[in-house]
């Protein structure tokens, strides 16, 4: 696409107030009625280059938007997608004229990442853009149920929560701006992921749980797929708590009612580091099971 005074409107051209900073910012469309539109549907203040820029581009998608980033920009061009560049401009000016398209690309990706899904016992799967259904939903949750750590486990998880709390402790003692923050940082996310690693290692979602929940699939800020699990939804709410209290009735706990909405109060007020151990379930919690995981009590 050529951007430069022979890509202007005819109309443009023939004005002698306009600018270059004015005429590149109109030459990033070739449609030139849209041109005119931005120029001579607006007030003369409101003129400068940024402004004309949105104006051209304000049904577009830049190339660094999650959706654009989620599809990719050869899979959209492949799709018969047109690319709008804005050679003056940032290194992001880089648009996707055919939000419709994008759109469209987008969910049809989504829609074939729900198919291993829905076979998997879930009551519902849905899509969704952006993570906000997720958020704004209310919904409820369940939780998958991770099996006892073995004796190996047990002293790999001590060793790494002293490897955590001395982590920690060293970049909290840390001076603002300290070099050596970002590799204890990675360090300790290292050490983060190794617990993680080691409580989901084999654990499962209640089958009779699963019928009543669903999931959604959706796209992270960063363009990638990102799958929520386990949510309930208001009207199953009930259904799930009537066989929870079945299966207390017949002797088995299950996942209580604090496991449906939220951390615990025992995190209130810790520090960011000591919330995050008790997250990973280094500690144990007096209102919580005393297995490490802190969506799971105990019957007594």
């Known amino acids: 696409m050529r951007q430069g005074s022979d890509n202007l409107s005819p109309n443009s051209k023939a004005l002698d107030a306009i600018r270059i900073d004015q005429a590149k910012a109109l030459a990033i469309s070739d449609d030139h009625d849209a041109q005119d539109r931005a120029w001579f549907d607006t007030q003369s203040w409101n003129r400068d280059p ?11 998608v830049r190339s660094t938007d999650k959706i654009a980033l989620f599809v990719g920009v050869e899979a959209y061009e492949a799709a018969g997608g047109t690319i709008a560049r804005d050679l003056f401009g940032e290194a992001d000016s880089t648009f996707l004229t055919d939000r419709a398209l994008l759109t469209k690309l987008a969910t049809e990706v ?70 050596a923050i970002d590799t204890d940082e990675a360090e300790l996310a290292r050490v983060e992921q190794r617990i993680e690693d080691i409580k989901n290692a084999g654990k499962v979602y209640d089958t009779e749980e699963k019928a009543l929940a669903g999931c959604i699939v959706t796209i992270a800020h960063d363009g990638t797929m990102h799958i929520e699990l386990g949510l309930v939804q208001p009207d199953d709410l009930a259904a799930l708590r009537a066989l929870r209290n079945l299966d207390t009735a017949n002797g088995d706990a299950g996942q209580d009612d604090a496991s449906m909405h939220g951390p615990c109060q025992c995190q209130k007020g810790r520090s960011r580091n000591l919330r995050k151990a008790w997250c990973h379930g280094l500690f144990r919690c007096a209102d919580r099971g005393t297995d490490g995981d802190p969506h799971r009590r105990h019957a007594q």
Do not use: C, M
């Open 50 to 60: 940024h402004s004309l820029r949105a104006a051209l581009t304000r049904d577009h």
């Open 110 to 179: 989504l829609e074939q990442k729900t198919k291993p899904l829905k076979i998997k016992g879930w009551k519902w799967v849905d899509t969704s853009l952006g993570t906000s259904a997720i958020h704004n939903g209310g919904f409820a949750r369940i939780f998958p149920i991770g099996h006892a750590p073995t004796e190996a486990e047990q002293t790999e998880l001590a060793s790494l929560a002293e490897q955590f709390d001395e982590i920690a402790g060293r970049i909290e003692d840390y001076a603002e701006g300290d070099s």
